[in-house]
């Protein structure tokens, strides 16, 4: 039974493909075999991903709302009546109003450009849905090369916000695409740098095989990569470089509403503006999952009186996890300066993650032992507390003098 409800998904899979298949003839069943399965597996990626867009964009908005001491949305129900659904109606009522809005498109801009800079966005997100196990058996596209893969797509995102920056003719949006597309560049590195050592203790670039190196228990503990120094360490490192390249805050200068009005997507409205929201949520899950890849024993169960659970229930509650923790820094963090986002990711993240690939390959030749724990943990912390004294250290703090018109 329990192996049943694990699979669930993957024997539904099946069956619709070899139902659909079986509708061709004998000699074009093949090929129809090949590109059913491609269409239901976009299918499902977008259905599931996009119903928890919707669910997570009025959790952060009401979670918003705690932290600020009002309610968030909450009026939104089922129409002509007084139910409320407790405002879970409010992605519906905002995803018709950008259908029905009408679609402006400024006078001087790159109408081609303009047109498929969205598209642009959100289609290499989800080709980086392909590689990322959800569940046992439940990953796309099983590529050897599946990390290389992800942040090969990933990169195109740049592409689509230059182009929607300078396609709309208009100094906010280009400037704001300037910044994101500087931000992105920079982050984009010590992001790669931090989930090299993953790789390098897993052996493998393939997130199956990295999900497989984190199966059993070390000792009390599960055997992910997180409960080791390095591991912790890039952990912290993949997640502040994972929320810049998300443009989340405090990293949200792109969208700086009282510099910029809206970023690269000021020119945009109506179901464009809507990919380009949709594509930032949807480059957040797929973000997560990775790091949930990478460090956190992908779909396994944390101790193995669990395991009795879906795999994928494992996968999503990990996902909400990390989400919760990006909607708290949200709620909590000012927006960064230009120059300190700079500086904090070339004098600060990049140098933590190079040091982080020397304390990976110090833990891999010592062997098994406290002294192997010491040494490691000193060769995380000593260089953090110095690159932090030696980032702000010059800065003193002094008391605020207030000055009044006599």
Not at 17 to 27: Q, Y
Not at 111 to 116: D, G, M, N, P, T
Not at 207 to 226: D, K, M, N
Not at 331 to 338: H, Q
């Amino acid at each position: 039974m329990t192996d049943a409800l694990d699979q669930i998904f993957v024997t539904t899979k099946q069956f619709l493909v070899a139902f659909l298949a079986g509708l061709f003839p004998p000699a074009w069943q093949p090929l129809a075999t090949l590109l059913i399965s491609a269409v239901v597996m976009v299918a499902a990626i977008i259905g599931v991903f996009a119903t928890l867009f919707a669910i997570t964009t009025v959790l952060e908005r009401k979670g918003l709302g705690r932290m600020q001491n009002r309610h968030g949305p909450n009026r939104v129900g089922i129409p002509f009546t007084q139910i409320r659904l407790a405002g879970f109606g409010q992605p519906a009522a905002d995803g018709i109003k950008a259908l029905i809005k009408e679609d402006v498109v400024p006078v001087a801009a790159d109408k081609v450009v303009h047109f498929l800079a969205p598209v642009v966005m959100v289609v290499p997100v989800i080709l980086a849905y392909a590689v990322l196990p959800v569940g046992r058996n439940m990953v796309a596209l099983d590529l050897d090369a599946g990390v290389l893969f992800f942040f090969a797509v990933g990169g195109a995102v740049e592409l689509a916000v230059f182009m929607a920056g300078w396609s709309s003719r208009n100094k906010y949006a280009l400037l704001g695409a300037m910044r994101a597309i500087a931000q992105m560049i920079s982050y984009e590195i010590p992001l790669i740098l931090a989930a090299v050592p993953v790789i390098m203790i897993a052996r493998s670039l393939s997130t199956t095989g990295i999900i497989a190196a984190q199966a059993g228990q070390a000792g009390f503990l599960p055997a992910w990569f997180v409960f080791t120094p390095w591991g912790f360490a890039g952990f912290v490192l993949f997640m502040i470089a994972a929320t810049a390249e998300s443009n989340r805050s405090p990293f949200d200068l792109p969208e700086g509403e009282s510099e910029l009005v809206a970023g690269y997507f000021t020119e945009y409205s109506g179901f464009k503006f809507a990919l380009f929201f949709l594509a930032e949520y949807l480059g957040l899950f797929v973000i997560s999952g990775l790091a949930i890849t990478l460090f956190l024993g992908g779909w396994h169960a944390p101790f193995p009186w669990l395991a009795w659970l879906p795999s994928w229930f494992w996968f999503f509650v990990k996902l909400l996890g990390l989400i919760f923790v990006f909607i708290w820094l949200r709620g909590t963090l000012p927006r960064l300066r230009l120059d300190q986002l700079m500086n904090f990711a070339w004098k600060f993240l990049l140098p933590l993650t190079l040091i982080n690939l020397l304390t990976v390959a110090v833990w891999h030749y010592l062997s098994a032992s406290g002294w192997r724990w010491a040494v490691c943990v000193l060769m995380v912390i000593v260089p953090y507390v110095a690159l932090g004294r030696g980032l702000w250290g010059h800065r003193r703090v002094r008391k605020r003098v207030y000055r009044y018109a006599e």
